[in-house]
Nanobody, 123 residues
Framework: QVQLVESGGGLVQTGGSLRLSCAAS????????MGWFRQAPGKEREFLAS???????FYSDSVKGRFTISRDNAKSTVYLQMNGLQPEDTAVYYC?????????????????WGQGTQVTVSS
């Protein structure tokens, strides 16, 4: 069955960097749009970035210029490079596969999700 497995989270100081990875399996990864979201305690799941099969990218205003989404179709993996991390970036980060007609910035626009990876930014 479809699987998405995130890795790369951890504890980092303010201003630091992390690179998250999401390994996909059991579907034609190279033909699918992929996205990254995050969810902080008590908050809704928030769209961060998405990348089309062609490599075209989209970002939320909150991370534009600090985060970079990329993909390696040969490895069926999507990445999120995060620079300039701030305490407000602390959350569980999820990758997801785009599906359906709901807007790409909403969780309803994705059908499969990873288990999430915790990112904690200390002040």
């Amino acid at each position: 069955q479809v699987q998405l497995v995130e890795s790369g989270g951890g504890l980092v100081q303010t201003g630091g960097s992390l690179r998250l990875s999401c390994a996909a399996s059991a579907f034609n990864f190279s033909r699918n749009t992929m996205g990254w979201f995050r969810q902080a305690p008590g908050k809704e799941r928030e769209f961060l970035a998405s990348i089309l099969w062609s490599g075209t990218t989209f970002y939320s205003d909150s991370v534009k210029g600090r985060f970079t989404i990329s993909r390696d179709n040969a490895k069926s993996t999507v990445y999120l490079q995060m620079n300039g991390l701030q305490p407000e970036d602390t959350a569980v980060y999820y990758c997801a596969r785009r599906h359906g007609r709901a807007h790409y910035t909403t969780p309803a626009g994705y059908d499969y999700w990873g288990q999430g990876t915790q990112v904690t930014v200390s002040s």
